[in-house]
């Protein structure tokens, strides 16, 4: 989206005995209203121009009781995945799987890879053991990094030869809000943590991103796009929402 198709701005409103503090993105492109929960439990109202900070209000007070429940929801799966500590036997997830993290020391650089049935974060043998998380974090980050780019690069072939597209530019990157998105010069953008998820759930993204190219918007045409090189998206498609919560570094 270009800098100047969107305006934001905060309001909230006071619904079952709590408040509900939420953004509204006024959008050119968009047509009609929206309540999105995301799961780092920030509420947005996606709004065409023009819509009046009081009817927006009305509109999150009729959906309050969905809003909070959805909200509870995600509060109660963060209660279930901490945040990550990068210690010796916590537990990260890889293209669907679990793998215990086993810290070794013996090498020259920091460095992280699967080894077996472990991802093994090498430690220099001059770091102190009573080191911080922080170099450890930095290893692992950077080799998940490195996978995703190497695996969406091979669906951004793959799926633009099939569309009859040349591949478009794409990035890899830590995006807190968003699993992947598409700029208007037709950028692709995806969040490195889905190469915590199941192979098809990657796939699924950067597909949609990729029927951005060729359809900006969300409309039949986008849809039937993303079904004709992914007949089983919809499988896909909710499982990330259900386990998307899971993908975090």
Known sequence: MRKNDSIKANDSIKACGRTIAYEIIYSKRRKSAAIVVRPDMKVEFRAPPGLDPETIRTMVRKKAGWVLKKL????????????????????????????????TF??????????????????????????????????????????????VGELVEAYSDKMGISPPSYRVKYQKRRWGSCSADNVLRINFQLMMAPPEQLEYVVVHELCHVKEKNHSKNFWALVEELMPDYRTHREGLKKDGWKYAL
């Open 72 to 103: 509870d929801g995600f509060e109660g799966k963060r209660n279930l995945n901490p945040e990550k500590r990068y210690v010796d036997g916590e537990k990260f997830l890889y293209l669907g799987e679990e793998y215990p993290l086993k810290l």
């Open 106 to 151: 013996g090498g020259r650089v920091f460095s992280a890879g699967l080894e077996g049935p472990v991802l093994e974060v090498v430690i220099p043998e001059k770091v102190p053991e009573l080191l911080g998380p922080a170099p450890v974090k930095e290893a692992v980050w950077q080799w998940y990094l490195g996978c995703a780019d190497k695996k």
